[in-house]
């Protein structure tokens, strides 16, 4: 049976049967092996996971049909050599299935697929096991991540992705564990904490395999943590080596050579700041990648805690390895070499941003480089080798450095672009000119496609001059919301953020061609051997376009917003591309509302995974869900003074989340649109934790009654004034 054959009503009952299908497999029971039509049963195909270890992922171009780890190779390049969909039938690509993961957060998950199995993370690190060429549920495991932990994902409880090894899935969970599923039952085998419980740290990125050790980083930077990687025991969950990316406590003897280096770039300048106490950052949140031939494996490291260099060394250096790419031994998690994208940061530049690995042949000569467009705007290719830098261009507009000196490696930095006293507006802004979304090397073309923000943020200081544990230690949000309130009153709204895909070329170091989007916040990048690239929008339109020349070739409109990565795998001789759907991470939650998010037409964030092939169904309803209607706020007299402060601590505290402004992406509550209920009990909520549950955290241990008073007074004025322009008197 052929969809494309089928006239609009059997279509209809199709696509109707095809959303069934997942949760008539629940309602059997999702552990038992089922028939899958023409071809192995699961039990069958589960088995293939016993084969997946090193050599598997090193050849995995011999399973092209497979997607075995987070990049799909060790490389990174997030290239699948599947050329069956290609220019010429792509406009023929429909959706195959759909699975609904019943989660309303991000989804930022990159699929591992192997023998037609698909291991795919959500939310709250939810892991399912969908079989994947029908999008039946296989198995599901949620690890119980306490919703109060939410308060500590600067950037949404999200999950990244899981790792396969062995016949076990792996999946680093938001409060900082790492679990060991079984890969057909998905029971857990072991269970291992990987942080200090007493600090704000979480896990999102997806873990790396490598000769048999599961790499895993963790994120906190934004509250106060000190950054690191930790390989364990695949077998046993044994931690076999910790590498810290920011020197500890200068009194106790540093870990190792790269911590004593390190320690000479920092500095107390004769003050009473400590970083060890704020815990300096450079958390590995998110990109690795590994060299077998060289025997590296490369992490990208984040920004500074606190992010102001003058709060956490104020002495001033390098901070040493914040904001960098750092190259290990992963025997022994010794350091072999460093770069530093930006020195001494205090723009929240991190380079935890996706690495490639790839053999360019620049000026005559062949190079192993490793590129990286991080979130400070430049494009660098460096030798993989020895880390001495090849080139270095920005790859969007930049005000914050002229250039690269290449004689040191080093950005020049503009005059005045580090605040103090006064705010500096630059641009990029924290968001970065590109965020975690992975970028794909295509080698047929010798493009990398970078997933491009293009926006400005005005950096300021707190006035308060001091780091508050647990709480967000960034810039002074306050103050900016301030600013923007003030250019908005007087007609002078900042210019909207802009997305766009441009295709780079690495040994030019110039841009092919560009595809400017609908929105700033968009998905990762997927090319495939069949001259394609995939990438969806937060508008909820998922496309295809010619990978050489930037034409856009297919494109389907999902009504719901994508930022992970596309996939693309085969099942029974057929290619698939798939993607997980659902606004989210900063970009998401720091989103104000735009009405040209599915989000917002829908009134809900509901995730879905979609997975496409040539003659599957072109028709895709939004997922709609009831009580999102606005009422009337309480008609009380607000203290004008009372909401004054109320509103620097919203912008402090909450606006990460809920939107500066009060404006929401509404992945999290609009508060201006509260219900009675919930306008009653602001102190049960903020402060009594009574919606931890559902990830609004208790916020006891730095806010107290009268900052309640004064949050309620903010958010009940700005809805008013919204419900009296929406409803003026008759
Ligand atoms: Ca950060």
Redesign the pocket.
Do not use: F, L, Q, R
């Given at each position: 049976m052929n969809p494309r054959y089928l006239g609009p009503v059997e279509a209809v009952l199709v696509a109707v049967i095809l959303l069934l299908a997942p949760v008539m497999v629940a309602l059997h029971g999702g552990t038992s092996p089922m028939s899958a039509s023409g071809g192995e049963d699961i039990a069958t195909r589960l088995a293939a996971t016993d084969g997946v270890d090193g050599d598997k992922i090193i050849n995995a171009d011999a399973n092209p049909g497979d997607w075995l780890s987070n990049g799909r190779t060790y490389s990174e390049q997030r290239h699948s050599p599947l050329k069956a969909i290609d220019t010429s039938n792509v406009k023929d690509l429909g959706v195959a299935w759909q699975f609904r993961t019943n989660t309303v957060r991000g989804l930022e998950s990159t699929p591992i697929v192997v023998n037609g199995v698909m291991y795919v993370t959500g939310s709250w690190s939810k892991v399912w096991a969908l079989d994947a060429k029908t999008g039946a549920q296989i198995w599901a495991y949620d690890p119980q991540v306490p919703g109060q932990w939410g308060r500590f994902a600067?950037?949404d409880v999200v999950n990244r992705g899981v790792a396969l090894w062995k016949g076990a899935v792996y999946v680093g969970t938001l409060d900082g564990r790492l679990v060991k599923l079984d890969a057909k039952t998905g029971k857990p085998i072991w269970d291992i904490n990987t942080i200090d419980r007493q600090r704000p740290y979480t896990i999102t990125g997806a873990p790396r395999i490598v000769k048999g050790l599961v790499l895993i980083g963790n994120?906190g930077?934004?509250y106060g943590v000190r950054g690191y990687i930790t390989a364990y025991d695949a077998d046993t969950g044994r931690q076999v080596w910790r590498f810290y990316t920011v020197p500890g406590d200068p009194r106790q003897p540093p870990e190792d050579a790269a911590m004593a280096a390190a320690m000479k770039t920092w500095s107390t300048g004769n003050t009473d700041q400590k970083w060890w106490e704020q815990g300096g950052?450079g958390?590995a949140?998110d990109s690795m990648a590994y060299d077998p031939d060289l025997d590296l494996v490369y992490i990208g490291t984040?920004?500074g805690s606190s992010?102001n260099r003058n709060l956490r060394s104020p002495g001033g250096g390098d901070n040493l390895y914040l904001s960098s790419i750092v190259a290990l031994r992963p025997d022994t998690g010794e350091l072999v070499w460093y770069y530093q994208t930006t020195p001494g940061d205090d723009w929240?530049y991190?380079a935890?941003q996706h690495l490639i690995l790839a053999d360019l042949t620049i000026d005559g000569a062949p190079r192993k480089v490793i590129m990286q467009a991080p979130?400070n705007g430049f494009f660098y290719v460096i030798d993989r080798q020895t880390g001495k830098l090849i080139s270095a261009k920005p790859y969007t507009t930049i005000t914050w450095a002229s250039g690269v000196d290449m004689a040191t490696g080093k950005p020049i930095e503009n005059p005045g672009v580090r605040y103090g006293k006064l705010p500096s507006a630059q641009v990029p802004g924290?968001i970065g000119a590109h965020n975690w979304q992975p970028m794909s090397f295509d080698p047929q073309t010798g493009l990398v496609y970078i997933p491009v923000i293009d926006g400005s943020f005005i950096y300021a200081q707190h006035k308060e001059l001091s780091y508050v544990p647990g709480a967000w230690n960034?810039s002074d949000f306050a103050q900016l919301g301030q600013m923007v309130l003030a250019g908005i009153e007087k007609g002078q709204a900042p210019p909207p953020f802009k997305g766009f895909i441009r295709a780079w070329d690495p040994v030019a170091q110039k841009m092919a061609w560009q595809v400017e989007m609908t929105g700033a916040w968009n998905s990762g990048m997927l090319t495939t051997a069949g001259g394609l690239l995939f990438a969806g929008g937060s508008d909820g339109i998922f496309a295809a376009y010619n990978a050489k020349t930037g034409e856009k070739v297919w494109s389907l409109d999902l009504k719901t917003a994508m930022t992970a990565p596309a996939i693309s795998y085969e099942v029974d001789g057929e290619q698939y591309i798939a993607i997980a759907a659902a606004f989210g991470g900063?970009g998401g939650l720091g989103a104000t509302s735009d009405a040209n998010t599915p989000v917002m037409k829908n009134g809900n964030n509901e995730g879905r995974i979609f997975a496409f092939k040539v003659g599957g169904t072109k028709i895709v309803e939004p997922i709609k869900v009831e009580g999102t209607a606005t009422i009337a706020p309480p008609d009380e007299k607000v203290d004008p003074v009372l909401a004054k402060k109320g509103f620097d601590i919203y912008h402090r505290n909450c606006a990460v989340c809920h939107g500066v402004l009060l404006a929401s992406s509404r992945e999290v509550p609009d508060l201006r649109h509260s219900s009675p209920e919930i306008w009653a009990s602001y102190s049960d909520i903020i402060l009594g934790g009574a919606l931890k549950d559902k990830g609004m955290a208790s916020f006891a241990d730095i806010l107290n009654k009268d900052d309640v008073a004064a949050l309620r007074a903010y958010t009940l004025q700005s809805a008013q004034a919204e419900w009296a322009a929406a409803h003026p008197k008759k």
């Open positions: 600067c950037c994120g930077a934004e950052g958390t949140w984040g920004n992010w929240d991190t935890t979130k924290p960034v900063s």
